[in-house]
């Protein structure tokens, strides 16, 4: 960290502007000729053109050339001057006065004298400026350089003197394997999007400013992973009747003995909200499923059944069960199945159906049972009873109608 011409230059003006005169007996400089004086300095003698300089205890007059006067800079320094030029003194002069302690420099044509503390000395820091610097800075070897305690940076040594070159706020100072101590870019502790539960706490670490950052959960929270996030929910029981989807739809969350459990779908899935029911189902997808096909949802009894390419939850009666009744049929049966036909009456017919049986009017009103689809005798699809009307659901081309019980639907026909 090198100093600046313009900013030193500040400095030492306000310094000399309101330095005080310590120069206490200006008599002995002027008095104590050719013999011991005690303090330096430098001014005019009265009726000669020049001035009485103490330096190192000695006092000693200087004479002034022809072309040139005396000037009384301040109380404790004078100098020889032109006598015809507008100004005293150049515009860039500024040096270390031997002896003296201090520099001289030009402002605004003028000439200045700054004194430097007891502590201090003249010095040239850089491009010939000088300035009064401390004297534990001064008398280093050149190429020292070395990380200072307490502080981010480290001292060089730059024309015999110790400089101080500050780190930035991103970077610390390090000096490896001896070599030299240099500014470097500090290492995050981890990742951006780093977040972990941790083991034997109740909480997760997270990533904040590539640094290690602990979250604790309350005493009614836990911490459960979601993916690649960690979080602090509720400490409730979950169900195991309810899966729901996360916000980025990447996944969902599902009840499996009795702990929430995390299902990443694949690159090409999104996770699908049907009712209290989430799965993993493709993005672009195409025929979804065969018209009629289903299958029964575990804890959920019910089932979900293809229709118009789409799946439809079926839920099942308190009094019922979902059951597979072969791959892609499914349907709701009694808990506990009634009786089989025995007879019937004049008006009335036995009907079975499945595992249960009921009475149905002899008579063709209702026009059609709701718990019997048949196939046509194409197998090209099958009739079905819906709202008390009799519909016939056509299968695809690449379609047929299976008989399934009491039931039929359309299955792909390999």
Do not use: W
């Not at 049972?369 to 519909?391: K, M, P, Q, Y």
Request: proline fraction near 4%; include cysteine; charge should be negative.
């Amino acid at each position: 960290m090198l100093f600046h011409k313009s900013t030193l230059f500040s400095c030492v003006l306000a310094q000399a502007l309101i330095q005080k005169s310590v120069f206490a007996d200006e008599s002995k400089v002027q008095l104590q000729k050719n013999t011991d004086c005690l303090i330096p300095g430098r001014k005019c003698s009265a009726g000669k053109n020049g001035y009485d300089q103490c330096v190192d205890g000695k006092s000693k007059f200087v004479e002034c050339k022809s072309d040139q006067k005396c000037i009384i800079v301040n109380d404790y320094f004078s100098s020889c001057v032109s006598r015809d030029a507008k100004q005293e003194c150049k515009k860039d002069y500024d040096e270390c006065i031997d002896g003296l302690n201090g520099h001289a420099f030009c402002y605004n044509g003028k000439l200045s004298f700054l004194k430097c503390n007891t502590n201090q000395k003249c010095h040239v820091v850089s491009s010939g400026i000088p300035f009064c610097v401390n004297t534990d800075r001064l008398g280093c070897e050149k190429g020292y350089r070395k990380c200072v305690d307490g502080k981010n940076g480290y001292d060089h040594c730059y024309n015999g003197m110790l400089l101080f070159n500050e780190c930035s706020a991103d970077k610390i100072c390090t000096a490896i394997n001896g070599n030299p101590p240099e500014c470097t870019k500090i290492r995050p502790e981890c990742g951006e999007n780093y977040s972990k539960c941790i083991d034997g706490k109740n909480g997760y670490e997270n990533c904040v400013d590539g640094k290690l950052s602990f979250v604790e959960c309350t005493a009614d929270q836990k911490c459960v992973p979601f993916g690649t996030k960690a979080s602090c929910i509720i400490d409730e029981k979950c169900d195991e009747t309810i899966s729901t989807c996360n916000k980025e739809q990447t996944g969902f969350k599902e009840c499996v003995n009795k702990e929430y459990v995390f299902r990443k779908c694949s690159d090409t899935e999104q996770c699908v909200a049907d009712g209290k029911f989430a799965s993993c189902k493709p993005k672009n997808p195409g025929p979804v499923c065969d018209q009629g096909s289903g299958k029964c949802v575990p804890n959920q009894n019910g089932y979900q059944e293809c229709v118009n390419n789409d799946y439809v939850f079926r839920q099942c009666k308190d009094t019922e069960k979902c059951v597979d009744l072969r791959p892609f049929v499914a349907t709701c049966q009694p808990k506990n199945p009634g009786l089989v036909c025995d007879q019937g009456t004049d008006t009335e017919k036995c009907v079975n159906n499945g595992f249960f049986a009921s009475c149905k009017p002899k008579i063709s009103d209702p026009v059609c049972d709701e718990s019997i689809a048949t196939c046509n005798d194409e197998r090209t699809g099958f009739d079905e009873c819906v709202d008390s009307e009799l519909i016939f659901t056509e299968c695809t081309a690449e379609q047929k109608c299976v008989p399934f019980g009491t039931k039929a639907s359309c299955v792909r026909g390999d």
